[in-house]
């Protein structure tokens, strides 16, 4: 064969590789529109701190081949925005919780972050629909600075099985229904909370007082880490194929049976304002 043919047609063989690599890549991007959300804002004007590096939040992961993609922190940013700008009468948005201290008249600083991303394609919930799990970690400050309390809470959302394409579409609305999910349990359990008591009155938040080393106080200020699984609610669904924090990894076969053991003292539960408990999410967002 002659030299420049053979050259040629390796170029055209590596130009197909590429090609056929650059489509086993699947871009997940959450987009939407938040209703109008149908609750009386606390009388309070709060700062949001949005980073940068959340704003550009990316999860990155590759099963089987495929490589996905999850741009999710554009649409963390504007959610973020609308859902404070809702829960209280002025929300002022900020990079940095530096930069939100020096705003003048606030009274509590919150800073929603992104802790986990974690999905399930159909095929991995017996071919009826995809799944995504977004898990959040809200830090609320005082106005000066001070850490208050750390909130946590999980989305969860679903989309149709895809029938064509690489699933991207799926993702995306699961993505962003997960979103929605979150923000409807913010908006409806905040002002539960203790923390949200001094809001609720225009009253700043101060900084707590350490309770005493090994008290009840302390250990009941301890944070419920705990990863939530994606939900599954169709029957035939297994759900021992849910992605964990480590969504590549499966969950191991459960051990034999062994002797029970020995009742253990009760341990104190953590605070109300620690950890938002999933619920069945507000009609309007």
Do not use: W
């Not at 938040?34 to 940068?52: D, E, F, H, M, R």
């Not at 700008?85 to 919150?110: C, H, K, N, Y």
């Not at 830090?139 to 989305?155: N, R």
């Not at 034999?256 to 053991?261: D, E, L, R, T, V």
């Amino acid at each position: 064969m002659h030299p420049r043919r053979t050259q040629i047609l390796t170029y055209s063989f590596a130009a197909c590789a590429m090609l056929l690599l650059g489509c086993t890549k699947v871009a997940v991007r959450p987009e939407g529109e938040l209703p109008q959300a149908l609750v009386i804002a606390t009388p309070a004007k709060v700062g949001v701190v949005v980073s940068n590096e959340t704003a550009n939040y990316v999860h990155k992961e590759t099963r089987a081949s495929v490589d996905y993609e999850a741009q999710i922190g554009p649409a963390h940013k504007q959610m973020v925005k609308e859902v404070f700008e809702d829960a209280f009468t002025q929300a002022v948005m900020f990079d940095s919780v530096d930069a939100a201290r020096l705003e003048p008249g606030l009274l509590a600083i919150f800073e929603p972050r992104i802790e986990q991303f974690s999905f399930a394609m159909a095929k991995e919930t017996g071919g009826v629909y995809c799944a995504v799990t977004i898990r959040y970690q809200i830090a609320i400050y005082a106005p000066t600075g001070e850490l208050i309390d750390t909130l946590t809470l999980t989305g969860y959302g679903s989309g149709p099985a895809p029938k064509l394409g690489n699933g991207a579409d799926e993702l995306s609305l699961a993505g962003y229904a997960a979103m929605r999910d979150a923000a409807a349990k913010f908006l409806t359990q905040f002002n539960t909370l203790e923390v949200a008591k001094p809001l609720l009155a225009s009253q700043p938040l101060k900084p707590k007082v350490a309770p005493a080393p090994g008290s009840v106080e302390e250990m009941s200020t301890v944070a419920d880490i705990a990863i939530e699984a994606v939900p599954i609610n169709d029957p035939p669904v297994v759900q021992t194929q849910t992605p964990t924090a480590t969504p590549s990894s499966r969950p191991a076969s459960p051990p034999p049976a062994s002797p029970a053991p020995p009742p253990e003292a009760p341990q104190p539960e953590a605070s109300p304002s620690q950890k938002m408990t999933p619920a069945t999410p507000a009609t309007s967002p």
